[in-house]
């Protein structure tokens, strides 16, 4: 599932903490400061966020965060403001708050690090993908991740030098791929079960051959009848992600 519609984050808001003159519940600017790391387990600098009002950061906050993040921080939003506090955080409101939370912790397990080898496509990939899992599901962050993962292993091969002179004229991900595992340094080094795990990478290369037609067929890069479902594209999506990692790690 996405992360919170912003309807939902002016319910959490307005509907479940309350405002009341100005005033978010009974926030100080002290204790909105404490908050995420002492009931979300969360480190934000409340202060460099430029809004003028707890409300206003609060909602930015909340905003501009991860899934996750989110859930964390409606899980301490439920301790720090538990039903029954205030008239409306009754135990409808409350099961709600929760139900939010859980829906947010079901967006993709793996976590999106920026990676050391990167370009401005790149960054530029990886931000609208988080943007688009967060504001519209992992259906539409598909191509973007897609978009992502072909620059990343594109800029690879061009920093080490890797020779490209027998590239097609337009080579997919699959080519960079082999071209990495074939001629990288980083994948010289002797590995445990060296037979296994080359059986493994030869499998990811199948599986990469495969995200072109479902980029191509099955996202929003096309007018596309027919969309790949919530949970087909986080698995898409994580294997995206955790190739990536897997290859910043070895090139490096």
């Given at each position: 599932m996405e992360g919170l519609k912003s309807s939902e984050i002016h319910w959490v808001v307005d509907g479940y903490i309350g405002v009341s003159g100005g005033y978010l519940g009974d926030f100080t600017y002290s204790s909105h400061r404490e908050f995420y790391a002492n009931y979300c387990d969360l480190?934000?600098?409340v202060d460099a966020v430029a809004e003028s009002t707890t409300r206003k950061k609060f909602i930015a906050i909340l905003s501009a965060s991860e899934p996750r993040a989110q859930a964390a921080i409606l899980i301490g939003l439920a301790r720090r403001f538990p039903v029954g506090s205030e008239m409306q955080r009754n135990a409808a409101a409350y099961q709600r708050l929760l139900a939010l939370a859980k829906r947010c912790q079901k967006v993709a397990v793996v976590?999106?690090?920026?990676?050391k080898i990167t370009s401005d496509i790149v960054q530029r990939a990886l931000a609208e993908a988080t943007t688009l899992l967060r504001t519209h599901g992992p259906t539409s962050a598909v191509d973007r991740l897609h978009t992502?993962?072909?620059?990343?292993?594109?800029t690879a091969c061009r920093t080490a030098n890797l020779d490209l002179?027998?590239?097609?004229?337009?080579?997919r991900i699959?080519?960079?791929?082999?071209v990495l595992r074939q001629q990288h340094s980083g994948f010289e080094a002797p590995m445990a079960q060296q037979a296994a795990m080359k059986n493994v990478l030869n499998s990811a290369a199948t599986l990469l051959e495969q995200l072109d037609p479902i980029r191509n067929r099955a996202t929003l890069a096309h007018a596309n009848e027919e969309l790949i479902s919530r949970d087909e594209a986080l698995l898409v999506i994580n294997l995206i992600r955790s190739l990536m990692q897997y290859f910043d790690a070895k090139l490096r």
């Open positions: 480190d934000v600098d976590d999106g690090e920026e990676p992502a993962l072909h620059g990343y292993l594109r002179s027998d590239a097609p004229s337009d080579p699959v080519y960079y791929f082999k």
